[in-house]
């Protein structure tokens, strides 16, 4: 089954239909009119099974017949399919707003909320992005920032500032975009995770573990922070890295993977210097030089781990002028 026809099927479902029934009218939209066997072969689902499917169609009104011989059917246009759930879902939605009294006691916004399932967790994130007034911080791969797309333009339009880490999608802006360094240690640590918070009203995170996404959404102060901080430190850390890419890869080699080391600072035996230390190091050497001029002695170790006095040209006394 193609990936697009396995979406398609899950929507279908989402909006009422059993699964034969989302086949049949899929299997329909494709090619139609078209009788009970044909539609089973393109369908997959029985011939036993697709007449009931059928009968139910018909009575849904999303599926009619033409009498002929043998009979064939026909699916209602997909776009009067769906305007007639879309009716139907604000009508209940305004029954359900006006008639459920809100229940008594605290709001428990700032709690954590499990999510599970990619269509689930983006739905969550529309309604996050639709909701910023004033910033926006991002995390993203492509298929999330696709997916996202329209409802992130809509809120840059009505002037959300929008600050966006993409992964793995270079032709992709959104807002302020700075794209991450792809390189092979960033696809085994952050592989297939999003990141998001609006203002400081709402944050979600989510991932794919084992093949299904997990996800939680909060309104958490102290959650939304730690997400800010984390999409602004990842932006700092691209931006030096555009700058200074042949340094790091010098000092921390050609993955950075030295640099992924938490627990030291190791860095490759000819990396140069940081601009500090070879300051620093500029700066002794001159003070060296132009003490050594001025006639000022200069000591070193011993062998023997002694301190042992030099003079400077022309000092006859090894101690220097002074005597003891």
Known sequence: MRPTTARLLDAMRELGLTDY???????????????????SQRSGVPSAKVYASLHRLLGRGLVTLIDSRPVTYVPLPIDEFLGAREARFRTLAA????????AGGRTWREMLWHLEGYDLLLDRARRIIADARRELYLSAWRDQVVDLQETLHRAVRRGVHVAAMVFDAPDLEVGYTVHHVMLRTVYERH??????????????LMDRSRGTWYGVWTSNPAVLRTIRNYIRHDIYANKLYYRFADLLHATYGPEL?????????RVFP????????????????????????????????????????????GDSDPRGKGGR
């Open 270 to 313: 000819t990396a140069p210097p940081p601009p500090t230390v070879a300051a620093a190091q500029a700066v002794r050497s001159g003070s060296a030089v132009r003490r050594v001029r001025g006639g000022i002695t200069r000591s070193k170790t011993k062998p023997g781990g002694g301190r042992a006095m030099v003079s400077a040209p």
């Open 257 to 265: 993977e030295l640099l992924l080391d938490v627990t030291a600072d």
């Open 191 to 204: 592989g297939d995770q999003m990141l998001l918070a609006a203002d400081e009203t709402a944050g979600l």
């Open 95 to 102: 029954m359900i707003r006006r008639d459920l009294r809100p």
């Open 21 to 39: 029934e989302a086949r049949v009218y899929l299997a329909l939209h494709e090619s139609h009119p078209a009788n009970g066997n044909q539609i």
